[in-house]
Nanobody
């Protein structure tokens, strides 16, 4: 059974930092792209960052470039999202997801095969 389990969310003041984790299990993800999405209340799900599990290529939304860093630890089967200089507009439920077949459509949540349950990030002003 494939599982993606997020952790690390919480409440932080603006300008602070958090690190989210996504622990993957149940299959080999070497051919997958692992992606963080977020969804704020009343808004559509939004692409945040992605990493190719095998090579480690990374992709970022313009809104988080320079502030967020995505990485993966192959030995631990875990993907991380290091978030710095957080802003109130970063408040959302953050979810990790996995897809195969290349980097095409990374920003389209409909084509992802596996999803985690999400973790809440709240940034206070």
């Amino acid at each position: 059974q494939v599982q993606l389990v997020e952790s690390g969310g919480g409440l932080v003041q603006a300008g602070g930092s958090l690190r989210l984790s996504c622990a993957a299990s149940g299959r080999t993800f070497s051919n997958y792209y692992m992606t963080w999405f977020r969804q704020a209340p009343g808004k559509e799900r939004e692409f945040v960052a992605a990493v190719s599990w095998s090579v480690g290529n990374t992709y970022y939304a313009d809104s988080v470039k320079g502030r967020f860093t995505i990485s993966r630890d192959n030995a631990k089967n875990t993907v991380y999202l290091q978030m710095k200089s957080l802003k109130p507009e970063d408040t959302a439920v953050y979810s990790c997801a996995a897809k195969q077949y290349g980097s095409t459509g990374l920003g389209n949540p409909r084509i992802y095969e596996y999803w985690g349950q999400g973790t809440q990030v709240t940034v206070s002003s």
